[in-house]
């Protein structure tokens, strides 16, 4: 049975922070890899800019589905003095890009191509 090998992180970003989570096909839904019961996690050294980064490996059947989560600040757009005083403290809006992969036969990780309609 193939090992994949992938990394949670947050790192700091121009207007906050940008997180990497990975989720493993479990029985009928999504499990978070590092939640996976037969998963090995080390913790990795924190570099500059790098709030957390662990390592997950994961041995799973070829054909196991596995998808890639990013989030991270979205941009906004830009406003006068007048409006950024009158508009107050809002949470940062941010952007959510999800990327559905597949276990190749030597544990290497294939994009699944979206399905159209």
Known sequence: ??????VDAEVIVPR???MTTWFVR????????VEHPNATVQQLQSGPGTVWERRIEIPLP?????????SSP???????A?????GGR??????????EL????????????????
Do not use: F
Request: net charge positive; aromatic share 4%.
């Open 26 to 33: 479990y029985n009928d839904g999504w499990l978070r890899a």
């Open 16 to 18: 906050g922070r940008r």
């Open 82 to 86: 007048l409006a950024h005083l009158a």
């Open 62 to 70: 070829k054909g196991t589905r596995v998808c890639r989560v990013d």
């Open 102 to 117: 597949s276990v190749g036969p030597r544990g290497e990780l294939v994009r699944v191509p979206r399905r159209s309609g």
């Open 1 to 6: 049975m193939p090992t994949i090998e992938v």
């Open 74 to 80: 979205a941009g906004e757009a830009p406003r006068d």
């Open 90 to 99: 809002r949470s940062p809006k941010r952007t959510t890009r999800r990327i």
